[in-house]
């Protein structure tokens, strides 16, 4: 039996999918690319934007053409959110939300039972039962990557942000305890991965359902050998401490480089995404964290055209951005997703105008960029390759997250090399 798989969506994610499939190979099945004929189709699902609704489509209608004779199953946050109307596309079989998606090789069987019975037929999709205890933590990590491995460390958020849907579709927050984890990390340095990337929903929010705290989870993980670096996913900037960053700065393993949230430049718009901070605590998080790690590369996540936000408000958050000390941007559009409270609100920004902030926002990111890279020319680094590129060249990043390239050398892939950028 082949199985393939078609992930969507966050490094959360990834990391999940890669955990199913390691279930599937232990159960006998062989793994083959997405779009190859399988017996077996999974599409791990994201609902974030309604281009993730999109693209699920048309995952689907590809597995279904490719693989027509295949089960094909959706799981994960789409399907949390929207079973219904997963389930009535042609050449469907089975839907799984967010907790029941681990148990899917036992629906599958139970769905091959069922049509050699003669009690089922195709197009069947089994009833979602959603969870979100803290016993529904399923523990996940990635190992399709020779260097790098992302290790989900938390799950679920008890955030309510406006336009979110995910604490509906991953529950509330919560975790495995620190010692699984660090388990979990040991059994990937086994591998001989030298970076792991902490992944979750929230992960600065750790430790909701076992008592302990991010930083704890930190220093613990800090201490796993043949581990060469740590790396942490986004983190709220209401969640980050000086205590955190002091000993961040000191650490040998965790990376200097923090993703963190902005959304908006504007206190107005901030209020209406009901978010936990205003903009002035945003610039003093930054400012903390360039003070005891000089080299950090700091990234945020930005939305554009967010009902409400007018030319001024925008602009606002331009210049905010503009006199930020940060590394890049990831910039979208704002995407209107059923159920959430913002599409109650009135001022909706027109397409067109929410196409052009982005423009002009990627624009800035790309100088900050630029910048970021010209200050650390001629400096030398630790830098992990990861990949063969084209042209003959591989590429790689420093611990502040420089993308590195350098001619192909085999016998670099995966290793720590010391390099002048």
């Not at 979110?164 to 010692?179: D, F, L, Y």
């Not at 790309?366 to 590129?389: C, D, M, N, P, W």
């Not at 892939?413 to 390099?419: D, Y």
Request: glycine share 8%; aromatic share 8%.
């Amino acid at each position: 039996m082949t199985v393939s798989f078609h992930t969507l969506g966050c490094k959360l994610n990834f990391a999940e999918t890669s955990t199913i499939g390691r279930l599937f190979v232990e159960s006998g099945y062989t793994k083959v690319d997405f779009g190859c004929p399988a017996d077996v189709v999974v599409i791990n699902t994201c609902t974030v934007t309604g281009q993730a609704d999109r693209k699920c489509r048309q995952a689907i209608s590809k597995a279904v053409k490719t693989s027509p004779n295949a089960v094909v199953a959706v799981i994960g946050c789409f399907a949390e959110l929207k079973a219904g109307e997963i389930a009535s596309i042609p050449g469907v079989d089975i839907v799984l939300g967010t907790k029941d998606k681990f148990n899917i090789i036992e629906y599958i069987n139970r769905l091959n039972m069922e049509e050699k019975a003669g009690m089922g037929e195709k197009g069947i999709a089994v009833p979602i039962s959603p969870d979100f205890s803290s016993s529904s933590f399923f523990p996940s990590y990635s190992l399709f990557d020779r260097t790098r491995s992302f290790l989900k460390v938390q799950d679920g958020c008890d955030y309510h942000c406006s336009y979110c849907t995910i604490p509906k579709a991953r529950g509330r927050s919560r975790n495995a305890p620190i010692a699984e984890i660090v388990k979990q990390a040991e059994s990937i340095a086994g591998q001989g991965i030298s970076e792991i990337v902490l992944t979750g929903v929230n992960i600065g929010d750790f430790g909701k359902t076992t008592g302990e705290t991010f930083l704890q989870l930190l220093r613990a993980l800090d201490a796993v050998d043949n581990i060469e670096r740590i790396r942490i996913g986004s983190v709220e900037p209401n969640l980050i401490t000086e205590e955190m960053v002091v000993w961040i700065a000191r650490s040998q393993r965790i990376a200097p480089h923090f993703h963190i949230p902005l959304q908006s430049g504007s206190n107005k718009i901030l209020g209406l995404m009901a978010r936990r901070y205003r903009r002035e605590l945003y610039a003093q998080k930054v400012a903390l964290i360039h003070k005891y790690i000089p080299r950090v590369a700091i990234g945020a996540d930005v939305i554009v055209g967010f009902p409400g936000e007018t030319d001024d408000d925008f602009e606002e958050t331009r210049v905010f951005i503009e006199n930020l000390n940060l590394a890049y941007l990831h910039v979208f559009p704002y995407s209107e997703r059923p159920g959430t409270k913002s599409i109650d609100l009135t001022g909706k920004v027109k397409t067109a105008d929410a196409e052009c902030r982005s423009k002009i926002l990627i624009e800035l990111s790309e100088t900050k960029r630029k910048l970021f890279y010209q200050q650390h020319a001629g400096q030398r680094f630790q830098v992990i390759f990861e990949q063969r590129s084209k042209g003959g060249m591989m590429t790689g990043f420093t611990d502040n997250y420089i993308k590195v390239e350098a001619p192909y050398n085999a016998f670099m892939i995966g290793k720590t090399v010391a390099v002048v950028l």
